[in-house]
């Protein structure tokens, strides 16, 4: 009878392991002897229908939180790199493919479903904001030649995706960073004269009392009607 259990998890593994066989065209011995973590990492890229496939895949393989957590932050961050690349050299403005099944344009909903796949968004993202190459502790930042546009979009982008994982995970340690790391950013923000990464940071984050100060900023340049033009846009 004590076997029992052990008899049942094993037919679980087996059975979940077929099944993602099946999900990403493998035969059953190549996803056996494939690395675990490489696995996962093609099935969260086949997109949202995956995901709860996924989760099973890493209960009954056991595999680390830290490690996904890492492994989230990187594929998001690899999105988020293609996609402003891919809308930097666009010459229709079509934008929207999708490579990977990851969409950096999720709402907060599916994208901290995506983050809760480690059962850990805080690491999550603790490692999107290691992506950002910022640290409130150094001022070795990148100097000012080396920040394009796609640049300034992606480290933004960094930002409002931590800062969810921060709030999701009731980070409040988290959450207070990535408000503090905006604060020393914002300055490049309008030198660079990127008016809609501070609509970004607005409306992603939705700390308006926090973040007043990037609120005064759109009415001093007079840029106050793109969060209007985003509002409506919304609606």
Same mark, same amino acid.
């Given at each position: 009878?004590?076997?029992?259990?052990?008899?049942?998890?094993?037919?679980? #593994? #087996? /059975?979940?392991?077929?099944?993602?066989?099946?999900?990403?065209?493998?035969?059953?011995?190549?996803?056996?002897?494939?690395?675990?973590? =490489?696995?996962?990492?093609?099935?969260?890229?086949?997109?949202?229908?995956?995901?709860?496939?996924?989760?099973?895949?890493?209960?009954?393989?056991?595999? *680390?939180?830290?490690?996904?957590?890492?492994?989230?932050?990187?594929?998001?961050?690899?999105?988020?790199?293609?996609?402003?690349?891919?809308?930097?050299?666009?010459?229709?403005? @079509?934008?929207?493919?999708?490579?990977?099944?990851?969409?950096? @344009?999720?709402?907060?909903?599916?994208?901290? !479903?995506?983050? *809760?796949?480690?059962?850990? %968004?805080?690491? $999550?993202?603790?490692?999107?904001?290691?992506?950002?190459? /910022?640290?409130?502790?150094?001022?070795?930042? %990148? %100097?000012? %030649?080396?920040?394009?546009?796609?640049?300034?979009?992606? =480290?933004? !982008?960094?930002? $409002?995706?931590?800062?969810?994982?921060?709030?999701?995970?009731?980070?409040?340690?988290?959450?207070?960073?990535? /408000?503090?790391?905006?604060?020393?950013?914002?300055?490049?923000?309008?030198?660079?004269?990127?008016?809609?990464?501070? $609509?970004?940071?607005?409306?992603?984050?939705?700390?308006?009392?926090? /973040?007043?100060?990037?609120? *005064?900023?759109?009415?001093?340049?007079?840029?106050? !009607?793109?969060?209007?033009?985003?509002?409506?846009?919304?609606?």
């Amino acid at each position: 009878a004590g076997c029992c259990p052990s008899a049942q998890q094993y037919c679980r #593994l #087996l /059975l979940i392991k077929w099944r993602v066989a099946q999900a990403l065209a493998l035969t059953y011995n190549q996803v056996m002897t494939k690395d675990s973590y =490489e696995v996962l990492q093609h099935l969260i890229s086949k997109g949202k229908e995956t995901f709860r496939l996924a989760k099973s895949f890493i209960q009954v393989c056991h595999l *680390d939180s830290s490690k996904i957590a890492t492994l989230l932050g990187d594929l998001f961050f690899k999105a988020i790199i293609d996609h402003f690349t891919r809308q930097s050299s666009s010459s229709d403005g @079509n934008t929207n493919k999708i490579e990977n099944g990851i969409d950096c @344009n999720w709402s907060t909903d599916d994208f901290t !479903e995506y983050a *809760d796949l480690s059962k850990d %968004p805080y690491n $999550v993202g603790q490692r999107l904001v290691e992506l950002t190459g /910022l640290s409130l502790y150094s001022q070795q930042f %990148p %100097p000012p %030649p080396a920040y394009s546009a796609t640049l300034l979009d992606t =480290e933004v !982008e960094l930002l $409002v995706r931590a800062h969810q994982c921060f709030v999701f995970s009731c980070s409040v340690s988290g959450s207070t960073l990535v /408000l503090n790391l905006i604060r020393t950013r914002v300055k490049e923000y309008v030198k660079a004269g990127e008016f809609k990464l501070l $609509v970004r940071l607005l409306t992603g984050m939705q700390c308006y009392q926090e /973040l007043q100060y990037l609120l *005064d900023l759109l009415l001093k340049y007079d840029r106050f !009607e793109l969060l209007l033009r985003k509002r409506l846009n919304n609606n």
